[in-house]
């Protein structure tokens, strides 16, 4: 473009920027409306509609909308001015704090306000972050942790901790039946090649499937042209595997669909650090969503959630092969896993559980706070 018409244009895109700002605040505006006998809290994410800030954020305040609460999300492109002002009207009886990666959210925004202090990775053993975290956890009236690591954590400085799975919202088990799909294995790891350990680990397992069925599929997401050259790709290759790698999708709901071509799903979780033991379902949900069949490590909350009839639990490379090729082998034996899994996914790991879980923790210490204030 010319740089006249840069200039020209850039005034305009200011406005647009700044009309936008506003309008994000305007919508929150209405639900000010809603009788102040019902319950008011705020969710404030860290990151916009995209993984725990939409699936702990986003969709948990929809769901308390339906279980006698006035919600609202304070998006993350707030300035703390907008911040304070919407707090100022909206005046909350509660509040769900989302992390400590935002600057603009923290327990000092909150002054006088009963927070819940929500939590689903290790960023505590992120120097840049701990120290704020610590006091975040510390002055929180409860804490919600997204896994038995988590929450061991967190219970050292707040002893009202629960732990809180991540969920999902519900599906109705219509997706591609596994007599109709393609026999390919998949590892949905966004950009594979930054986890070196787990890209190793399950390089061998499917050498090992490779070496039983030569020219398996294999299916890589998150990658670009240059990962074609990654030593672990080519070395899958020389092994006898078709690799496909794929690019980001452009939705969630493009890449529900594109799993659903999908026959098994890989989970490789190697703990090197300490950040990893911390790690929820994240991947899982997707394969659940999709109808896929789960190989996972035995680490972090997998072993708490499935059974041997509804995925596989190990960290034996052996193992994750023979399973592997088993899965393969048998559509009905997929069909039936996958069905199994989603009977659990429903008692465990769907949104409305969660928000089940989170109402009766804000209501037990609304409660509290209540009983404090009380005359003896």
Known sequence: MPQDAQTQTSPLRAVGRYVMHRLREAALYPRMAVPASTPRIVFLPSDVRTMSSLLRGYNMAEAFQTMGWNPIVLPKQLDPGQRRRILRFFRPDMAVLLGSRLPANSRHLLEGIPYVYDLDDADFHNPALEEEIRADVTRADGVAAGSR?????????????????????????????????????????????????????????????????????????????????????????????????????????????????????????????????????????????????????????????????????SNDPEVWAEKTIALLDDPALRNAMVQAAHADFRKHLTTEVAAEQLDRLCRAILEARKSAARPA
Request: with cysteine; aromatic share 10%.
């Open 149 to 313: 690591y988590i929450a061991n954590w967190c219970e050292a400085l707040n002893p009202n901790t629960t732990i809180i799975w991540t969920g999902s919202p519900d599906i109705e088990p219509d997706w591609t039946d596994h007599t109709q799909r393609e026999g390919v294995v998949t590892w949905a790891q966004s950009a594979p090649t930054r986890y070196k350990l787990e890209f190793a680990f399950v390089t061998d397992v499917m050498e090992r499937v490779a070496a039983a069925r030569p020219g398996v599929k294999f299916r890589l997401y998150g990658c670009g042209p240059e990962d074609a050259d990654h030593p672990l790709v080519q070395r899958l290759r020389a092994a006898g595997v078709d690799v496909e790698l794929k690019p980001f999708m452009d939705g969630y709901a493009d890449f529900i669909a594109s799993l659903q071509e999908t026959a098994v799903g890989l989970s490789a979780i190697i703990p090197s650090n300490a950040f990893s033991k911390g790690k929820s379902f994240g991947k899982i949900l997707a394969y659940l969503s999709a109808g896929v069949p789960v190989i996972a490590s035995d680490e972090v909350d997998h072993g708490a959630f499935f059974r041997p009839e509804t995925g596989i639990v």
